[in-house]
């Protein structure tokens, strides 16, 4: 029963007049932007300021582009050098390979330097990205589903993914794949949810929301890379990437537990980012009670002000005020010495 097969696209780009408009590069933008908004929402309810995660994202997607390409040319290198191939296509970002092991390692040096200048701690800053991250793998994900690559073995399941090839001898033909896109897709999704419920129910902070992102991805991924019919390098019968993955998930377990036994709980809200309080003073009324009176007190009505009354008065104890001065006259005069 081939109904429910999902189509692939027939292509990954439509122009704007010369300008190429490519669905993967919006896949990834539209990504940047959920991990940008859903990170600042979470920074915020922690107690930093509004404007942190998008200055310190200012560096880490540039540098996490960076990473997430050097990765992919690495390790399938095959693709781009060597006889009949060109090296300038590893250049070519827009055709699909990011890897994300790459993108997350350089893009975490990228938010390093984004935190120092802000002051900010980099765990914290971790804790508050990381479904947001996930979030925008889901969507990432789905620019291979433009670009037709990255699909797993054929399958008979109704819910495999059509791929259209052109066989060496010319012929085009038309095969069932399991579409692991989709199926990471979901499972990152299900990691975002994941980690905003343990984040809240056991009060996550010191990088271990993060750590539990990292654990909940590598687990799924070890199972759709297995899925995955790509070419990759092999070590021992199991992916590069398998390996990747099975290496980082005991990382992040191990992290998660011993940081959660040195520093439960959450970071102090007023520790983790100095410019929340500018922004707060910044946004407070200038009209407000306190910025309202001046620095010797409220004017009277003759232009006086309060600073210029007796300390006694200006205590609201009794000194020498005209009231007072009448009623000392007013007892003279009822006893006369």
């Known amino acids: 029963m081939d109904i429910a097969y999902i189509p692939s696209p027939s292509r990954g780009v439509l122009y704007l007049g010369p300008i190429p408009l490519r669905a993967y590069a919006f896949c990834i933008i539209l990504g940047v932007v959920v991990a940008v908004w859903l990170g600042s929402k979470r920074w915020v309810a ?86 947001g991250i996930a979030l925008a793998q889901a969507l990432g994900r789905w620019g291979n589903w433009f670009n037709q690559e990255l699909y797993g073995r054929e399958t008979t399941l109704p819910w495999g993914l059509e791929i259209t090839k052109t066989l060496p001898n010319g012929e085009v033909v038309t095969t069932i794949h399991h579409p692991t896109f989709l199926y990471e897709s979901l499972w990152c999704v299900g990691v975002a949810a994941l980690v905003i419920w343990a984040d809240k129910r056991f009060t996550l902070g010191h990088g271990r929301a993060f750590a539990l992102y990292v654990a909940g991805y590598t ?46 709980g959450r970071e102090d809200p007023a520790s983790i980012d100095p410019m929340a309080r500018a922004e707060a003073a910044a946004d407070a009324p200038a009209d407000g009670p306190k910025d309202a009176l001046p620095k010797g007190g409220l004017p009277k009505a003759d232009g006086s002000e309060d600073g210029d009354l007796p300390k006694a008065e200006r205590d609201g104890k009794p000194g020498d005020g005209p009231a007072e001065k009448l009623d000392t006259l007013e007892k003279g005069a009822k006893n006369p010495a």
């Open 46 to 131: 922690r107690g930093g300021g509004r404007h942190t995660v998008g200055d310190i994202a200012v560096w880490a997607v540039p540098f996490g582009l960076v990473g997430g390409r050097l990765y992919h040319v690495i390790t399938d290198h095959q693709l781009y050098f060597g006889e009949g191939k060109n090296p300038w296509n590893a250049l070519k970002i827009w055709e699909g390979g990011l890897g994300i092991w790459g993108a997350i390692a350089l893009g975490a040096v990228g938010a390093w330097i984004g935190a120092r200048r802000r002051g900010v701690p980099l765990p914290a800053y971790a804790d508050a990205i990381a479904p």
């Open 219 to 264: 687990a799924g991924r070890f199972w759709t890379e297995w899925l995955r019919i790509d070419e990759a390098h092999h070590i021992l019968g199991l992916r590069l990437n398998d390996w990747v993955a099975i290496l980082v998930f005991a990382a992040a377990v191990a992290y998660f537990v011993i940081v959660g036994k040195k520093r439960p």
